[in-house]
């Protein structure tokens, strides 16, 4: 019998993939992808019947509140989501592995190029809820955190990524105002998928950043997607983040991935190089290739 690995937020996007490519990257697991139709991650009795039923042997936690938007809007629900259920799980878990989703928006976004040992300051509600869960998942030596960076990917709803907030805006006939002074260094889901699957197999711990080797403003990462998404190529709309309205935006959340990239059998790649390299006719562009 194989060991089960759970993997909460199954039906989000970095959950769809994991559970994609376990045959292919984990086939020592019984990987079961949990959804919220299996469990409500906050009901803490029915979290702690489905453990006692399956008793899993690693967890890789993808399920959260991950919209910064959804966050303020709802910072109770965002708590118990990305804190509490986070801080229930890890708990559960003391035994085992588990590897929690953290996200660059833990930093304020003033310096760029970000390691594991700079200094966190979340400007928003959604970055201090992961601060303050990263916290508590990294006080058990047997846990990971990985800081993720802005991921693409397709998923079933349509509606997950910013590659499809992209296409979305654009079918809909929206505005594309992309900021030429905001970056990121954005990555693959399918390179997020095979780098876990990695670190679960090497049973490394402790806390790692994932993202792209590129820091791409946001206009430099809608015209490399344009070489893949033609449709966006004439509504790309240049702006400034210093002189947008709205709430603060963390201008450099660019991360520097050296540690994890030594753990790793295969280079992590840059997000323009992926999609100028990719020559995949037929099946998703953001999968990690077959050969
Ligand atoms: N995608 C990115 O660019 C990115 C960047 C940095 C960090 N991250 C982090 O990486 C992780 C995975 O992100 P993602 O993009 O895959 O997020 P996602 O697409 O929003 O998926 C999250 C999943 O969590 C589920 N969920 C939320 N509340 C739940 C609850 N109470 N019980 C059970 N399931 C619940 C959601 O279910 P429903 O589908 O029913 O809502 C959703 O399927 C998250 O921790 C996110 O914060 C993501």
């Not at 992808?33 to 690693?58: F, I, S």
């Not at 800081?147 to 910013?162: H, I, N, V």
């Not at 790649?269 to 099946?283: Q, Y």
């Amino acid at each position: 019998m194989k060991p089960v690995a759970w993997i909460t937020g199954a039906g989000g996007l970095v959950g769809s993939y994991l559970v994609r490519t376990a045959s292919r990257w984990a086939p020592a697991w019984d990987v079961r992808g949990l959804t919220r139709q299996d469990v409500d991650l906050t009901d803490e009795a029915a979290v702690r019947r489905l453990w006692q039923e399956h008793q899993p042997a690693a967890v890789i936690h993808c399920a959260a509140i991950s919209r910064p938007a959804v966050c303020e809007q709802n910072p109770e629900l965002a708590r118990q989501v990305n804190v509490e259920a986070t801080t229930h799980l890890a708990l559960l878990a003391s035994e085992v592995p588990l590897l929690f989703f953290s996200s660059d928006q833990v930093f304020d976004g003033r310096q760029g190029r970000y390691v594991e040992t700079d200094r966190i300051n979340p400007i928003n509600r959604y970055g201090e809820t992961k601060a303050v869960a990263e916290e508590f998942v990294l006080s058990n030596p047997r846990h990971t955190v990985i800081r993720l960076a802005l991921t693409a990917g397709t998923s079933a709803t349509g509606d997950r990524s910013f590659v499809e907030d992209m296409r979305r805006s654009v079918a809909a006939n929206l505005g594309l105002i992309l900021f030429t002074d905001e970056f990121r260094s954005p990555v693959p889901a399918g390179v997020v998928a095979r780098a876990v699957w990695e670190l679960i197999a090497q049973k490394h711990s402790g806390l790692y950043h994932l993202g792209g080797t590129e820091r791409l403003s946001r206009m430099e990462i809608g015209e490399a997607l344009a070489t893949w998404y033609p449709e966006l190529a004439s509504r790309l709309q240049p702006g400034l983040v210093a002189a947008y309205p709205g709430p603060p935006r963390p201008p450099d959340l660019s991360m520097r991935c050296e540690k994890l990239q030594r753990l790793l059998p295969f280079p992590i790649p840059g997000f323009r190089s992926w999609l100028m390299n990719r020559t995949t006719v037929g099946i998703d562009v953001w999968d990690y290739p077959l050969t």
